[in-house]
């Protein structure tokens, strides 16, 4: 009796394992019988999307530019007219255009039902570097685009004193990029006149050559908390009557401004009153 019994707890085990196998397999069959359904159906729809004329590309629209046309921007894009904005591959089209050197980076986006959307974001050049004998832009992060040619309608510094490694590695370079991107874009150092020149050292730290004959000797940091220190002093000479062009300043140290005028031998000059500086 004992054996009966146990034999038909095995079967009864067996029974229930099959049973719940079958319930897995229906259940896994199901599933992906949907799945395909559906990918039957997406596929379907889409392509019945791609192939209507009511998502044909009417218009392209590219925004940003600054150096580059439209025109640059379009034959790079390679999209045409008419085609169909489902169909376009966005990706693919970002690859195109990115490989122009003045492009950073692009957005494609899509208006429906016509209108594809090419927003270009253009690398500002900051200075020019000198690698063999050619001159090269570099943008605000440091990073060498574009040979320097003659089309190109740029007013930029040079940068000095640096080699090729140090100008992706050199933290002095970015903060003097930093410096150079906030000077431009601000009027505020406007009567310091253009930099012409800027020098990276590795032991006197950073000085600017402006084109009215001002140099500035500026350390390795606080750059425009110095130059702002200078500027009252600067107005204080002229209101003395001491021309302010071909000087030689030293704001290397924030606690004081030391000032030499060039080609001249150093003296002190001392007043009475007011004011005193090292020239």
Request: overall charge positive; some cysteine.
């Amino acid at each position: 009796m004992i054996k009966k019994t146990g034999i038909q707890t095995k079967q009864n085990r067996i029974r229930r394992r099959f049973s719940d196998f079958s319930d897995d397999f229906f259940s896994a069959f199901v599933l992906l019988s949907a799945t395909v359904f559906l990918s039957v159906i997406f596929v379907y729809l889409y392509s019945v999307l791609i192939s209507m004329p009511y998502f044909q590309i009417k218009e392209i629209s590219v925004r940003g530019l600054k150096e580059l046309t439209e025109k640059d921007v379009l034959n790079s894009a390679n999209v045409k007219i008419t085609q169909n904005i489902l169909s376009v591959n966005t990706d693919a089209v970002i690859r195109r255009v990115c490989k122009n050197q003045w492009v950073e980076n692009v957005y494609v986006g899509r208006e429906l039902p016509g209108r594809l959307v090419l927003e270009v974001k253009e690398r500002t050049p900051m200075a020019l570097v000198k690698q063999a004998d050619d001159f090269y832009l570099m943008d605000a992060k440091g990073y060498v685009f574009k040979k320097l040619a003659k089309s190109d309608a740029v007013d930029l510094p040079i940068i000095t004193g640096i080699t090729e490694k140090e100008q992706t590695t050199s933290p002095l370079l970015l903060n003097t990029l930093m410096l150079l991107k906030n000077m431009s874009q601000s009027g505020e150092y406007a009567y310091l006149g253009i930099i012409s020149e800027v020098n990276i050292d590795s032991v006197f730290g950073l000085s600017l050559v402006f084109d009215k004959g001002l140099y500035l000797k500026l350390g390795f940091d606080g750059f425009e908390n110095k130059i702002r220190k200078l500027k009252p002093v600067l107005t204080d000479l002229e209101n003395r009557g001491m021309k302010t062009g071909y000087l030689h300043v030293d704001l290397s140290d924030e606690s004081k401004v030391t000032i030499k005028r060039k080609n001249v031998p150093e003296i002190v000059e001392q007043e009475n009153k007011g004011k005193h500086y090292l020239i």
